[in-house]
């Protein structure tokens, strides 16, 4: 094992010890009275009745930290990926999972989802600033999530496509006056799409939908 990986054995080891220890010492506490009752006595049945709360209690412990531990639910249309040690090992689906006490998931949508880009700034061709919103459309598809983990990470959004929005849309709007803007707002949201499809499609990111709206010119 690696040092992260240990570390986490570890951490689920020592989750055991404290209460193992209070469990022990409750169990002699109750071997106790019971040895000091005679057979049958209300203080043997005390002892016992110890000594048995002393087991279900360590089995209960032992048993919720191994279940929270190891029992992962993961939503309908996401999956988990596995990390072991600080690196990705594998991929599951959704619903109930297992995993090891020392590995550790994040997990990840593969449904249709929308994000709504506001204020993006892009400039005219005579060279006044434009604001406008951008609404996108975007699923990433089940195959791609591990490659897309290993090669960008859990910040791909961010990373891919927050820049190539306003990267496109300065390079769609430029070409218009100010006063042309709107009126060729579909143009625009066009050839927005077009750029993002081809460009996203590699990383296994499909564009579904790309919507223009909310224009305002910044006029000096």
């Known amino acids: 094992m690696d040092e992260a990986t240990t570390a986490l054995a570890l951490i689920w080891l020592l989750s055991f ?3 193992a220890l209070v469990c022990s010492v409750a169990f002699a506490v109750g071997v106790a009275v019971r040895i000091r009752g ?5 203080t043997a049945r005390i002892g016992m009745l110890v000594m048995a709360l002393a087991v279900i209690g360590f089995v209960g412990w032992a048993g919720g930290i191994t279940a929270s531990s190891t029992i992962k639910n993961v939503d309908d249309g996401h999956v988990a990926i596995v ?9 599951k689906g959704d619903g109930i999972q ?44 089940r ?9 960008v990470g859990p910040s791909w959004f961010d990373i891919l496509i927050e820049p190539r929005i306003n990267h496109y849309m300065t390079a769609a709007v430029v ?11 579909e143009e625009i949201a066009g ?6 499809v081809a460009d996203l499609e590699e990383f296994g990111i499909a564009v579904e939908g790309l919507e223009v709206g909310d224009w305002n010119v910044t006029r000096r």
Do not use: C
């Open 175 to 185: 070409r218009y006056e100010a006063d042309e803007v709107m009126a060729n707002s």
């Open 191 to 196: 050839r927005l799409r077009d750029a993002l």
């Open 98 to 141: 297992l995993i090891a006490p020392w590995q550790e998931i994040q997990t990840e949508s593969i449904r249709a989802q929308q994000h709504t880009f506001t204020n993006v700034s892009s400039f005219s061709a005579e060279g006044l600033e434009v604001f406008a919103s951008v609404t996108v459309d975007y699923r990433v598809d």
């Open 17 to 19: 010890y404290f209460p």
């Open 83 to 91: 990390y072991q040690g600080g690196g990705i090992i594998g991929l």
């Open 38 to 42: 005679k057979p049958g006595s209300r």
């Open 143 to 151: 195959e791609a999530v591990l490659p897309l983990y290993e090669q």
